[in-house]
């Protein structure tokens, strides 16, 4: 990256984190102090696979803290299409009218994924089910505030970060220090492009506040969700540990080798490349998910 850049964006955006237990995931509120516009980031939808139930506390929460606060919603952002929860864009898009957006690389996961799914012809893989897809470098604004796209795949082929004002939201690239850095297993993924990503947040101010997607409580802590382009440098596990490409490669495959794939996954992923909307009512009203059997070659199993 260059130092121009790797320059700070104009503006101290508030940041409220919203901590899902059940997934691990952190929905953001992201906030223009000057002009009360906002944006919401990673929204959630609540889903139990037991039942089978969907409902919206953790979308309407984000939604009575911006009511609270007096804010105006702008946007409704996605990093990447989850594949441990259920996105919530949907939902939120259909209540409020607030466009939503995603990276444009979104359709080819559609394409992946619409083949894994065997889903018709009649499913759309240009990325239409969200109002506005970014490229990399793209600028836009919430308020005042100046945002700027990142590339940062690695993860999944399509995801982005978003640079807003002195922050940056870098979902599943690093976790906390403590927990190092995301699995890149998952179809599509890549540990050589999540380790070039890392190295491009890496490069960004050292007083970044680096706001990440998930934690897991390793050793039951409290749940955390901000560090800084510093503190990552100087103590995340996997980068203090792993100095090189190569290094950080070998221990990122072999730590993926013996993860289970996430609960959610073959859940996840139908709704998420929809933009966070079920799957249409057939004949007797009623919404159904796809499993596809055997679809997902070499994932552990989860005891």
Not at 55 to 80: F, P
Not at 148 to 171: C, K, N, Q
Not at 197 to 207: F, H
Not at 236 to 260: I, K, Q, S, Y
Request: glycine share 8%; proline share 6%.
């Amino acid at each position: 990256m260059t130092d121009q850049a790797a320059a700070s964006l104009r503006g101290h955006p508030i940041v409220t984190g919203f901590y899902d237990a059940p997934t691990g995931s952190i929905q953001y509120v992201v906030a223009d102090p000057e002009t009360k516009r906002c944006a919401i980031i990673d929204p959630v939808l609540d889903f139990d696979p037991k039942s089978g139930a969907t409902v919206t506390r953790s979308a309407d929460a984000l939604l009575n803290h911006i009511a609270q606060e007096g804010y105006a919603l702008e946007w409704i952002l996605d990093t990447h299409p989850h594949a441990d929860h259920f996105s919530a864009a949907g939902y939120l898009h259909d209540t409020t009218g607030v466009p939503t957006a995603i990276g444009e690389k979104v359709v080819e996961v559609q394409k992946l994924w619409k083949g894994l799914y065997n889903l018709p012809d009649t499913f759309r893989t240009e990325g239409s089910q969200w109002d506005r897809l970014f490229a990399d470098g793209e600028r836009f604004r919430i308020g005042n505030l100046d945002a700027e796209v990142m590339f940062t795949p690695g993860h999944t082929l399509a995801s982005i970060a978003y640079r807003i004002g002195d922050a940056a939201f870098i979902h599943d690239t690093l976790f906390m220090p403590d927990s190092g850095s995301a699995r890149a297993d998952f179809p599509g993924g890549n540990a050589h492009a999540l380790w070039r990503s890392i190295q491009r947040i890496m490069a960004l101010p050292e007083d970044t506040r680096l706001y990440t997607g998930h934690d897991y409580r390793p050793d039951g802590r409290d749940a955390a969700w901000e560090s800084t382009v510093a503190q990552q440098r100087f103590e995340n596990r996997h980068l203090t540990e792993n100095r090189t490409e190569d290094a950080f490669v070998r221990m990122r495959e072999a730590r993926d080798r013996g993860l289970p794939m996430p609960k959610l996954i073959l859940h996840a992923l139908q709704v998420n490349i929809r933009g966070g909307r079920l799957p249409e009512p057939e004949a007797n009203g009623k919404r159904y998910l796809k499993i596809p059997l055997n679809a997902l070659e070499g994932a552990a199993w989860d005891e």
